[in-house]
C-alpha cells in the first residue's frame, strides 16, 4: 500500500474511533437517567473527569457497600469505553476469543476518544470545538499525553480483566447491548464525589473486582515505550501494533454532526 494510502487508512480508523465515542457519550447523555437535565449532565461530567478521583469514568460500576465504602468494579469496562472499543474489533474483523494479543494501544485511544467526547458535554449541552479549528483534531498534541497516561495501566491489566473488556466490547459490536438501558435506577456508574478516595489520575487503578496475577500480553508485548515510535511520537494503529505513523497523520478533523 502506497504511503499517502497508508496514512489515510490510519487517520480514518482514529477518526473512526473518535466518532464512535462522541456517538456513544450522546446517547447517555440523552438517557433518561439524566431526566433532561443539563446541571445533571454537568455534574456528572465533573465527577467522571476528575482527576483527583482518579477519572472514575473508566470504572463499569462504583457502588457505595452496606458499611459505608466504596467499591469500584471493572477497570475499563465502562460501556461508553467498551462500545467504542467495539469500533476496532468490527474494523479489524477479529472474534474476542481469537484475540491472543491483547489491544493496548485499541483501548488506550478508546479511552482518551471517551474522555474528549466527555469534554464535549462540560457545560451540560453538547458544545464540539469549531470544525476544522486545530481544537477539533484528536491528534497527538491534543491527546498524546492522556493516551500515554492510560496506557501506564492498561498495560497491568490481567488475562481475566482483558477476557472481561474483550467480551462486552464485541457484545456491542454486534449489536446485542441496546443502546438506551440508562435509567435513573440503573447503578451502572453510580456515583457520590463526596464518597470516593483521593487517586491518582490516569495512571493508576483501584479495582475491587480484579485479581492478583500475571498481567496480560499487549500486542507487541513492548510495556515501557508502547506508544512511542522513533521520534518520540504517539502510535496508534488498526492492528493495535506499532508502526511509523504518528497519532494525527493528516491533520484530519472528526466529524462533529454524529452527536449533534
Not at 476469543?97 to 485511544?109: F, K, Q, R, T
Not at 490516569?202 to 508502547?226: F, K, Q, V, W, Y
Request: with cysteine; hydrophobic share 35%; aromatic share 8%.
Amino acid at each position: 500500500m502506497p504511503p499517502h494510502q497508508a496514512k489515510q487508512k490510519l487517520s480514518d480508523y482514529r477518526n473512526g474511533v473518535a466518532a464512535e465515542a462522541m456517538t456513544a457519550v450522546a446517547v447517555f447523555m440523552r438517557s433518561r437517567r439524566f431526566k433532561h437535565s443539563p446541571e445533571a449532565r454537568a455534574a456528572y461530567v465533573e465527577w467522571a473527569l476528575s482527576e483527583d478521583l482518579g477519572f472514575p469514568f473508566r470504572y463499569e460500576k462504583i457502588i457505595e457497600t452496606p458499611t459505608g465504602r466504596e467499591k469500584r468494579i471493572g477497570a475499563y469496562r465502562n460501556k461508553l469505553i467498551v462500545r467504542t472499543l467495539g469500533y476496532h474489533l468490527k474494523r479489524i474483523m477479529i472474534r474476542a476469543e481469537n484475540i491472543h494479543d491483547h489491544p493496548c494501544n485499541a483501548l488506550a485511544l478508546a479511552v482518551t476518544a471517551v474522555e474528549r467526547a466527555l469534554k464535549m458535554w462540560e457545560t451540560g449541552h453538547f458544545e464540539p470545538p469549531k470544525p476544522r479549528s486545530e481544537e477539533s483534531k484528536f491528534s497527538d498534541r491534543l491527546w498524546g499525553r492522556a493516551a500515554h497516561e492510560y496506557m501506564a495501566s492498561i498495560i497491568d491489566l490481567s488475562d481475566e480483566q482483558w477476557d472481561k473488556i474483550l467480551a462486552l466490547a464485541e457484545q456491542h459490536a454486534r449489536g446485542l447491548i441496546p443502546d438506551d438501558t440508562d435509567s435513573e435506577d440503573d447503578e451502572t456508574g453510580d456515583y457520590d464525589a463526596g464518597n470516593l478516595p483521593i487517586t491518582g489520575g490516569r495512571a493508576t487503578l483501584d479495582d475491587t473486582d480484579s485479581e492478583d496475577g500475571d498481567d496480560g500480553h499487549c500486542a507487541a508485548n513492548e510495556r515501557d515505550d508502547h506508544l512511542k515510535n522513533g521520534n518520540g511520537e504517539t502510535v496508534f494503529t488498526e492492528d493495535g501494533q506499532h508502526d511509523n505513523q504518528p497519532f494525527d497523520t493528516t491533520g484530519g478533523d472528526v466529524d462533529m454532526r454524529v452527536a449533534a
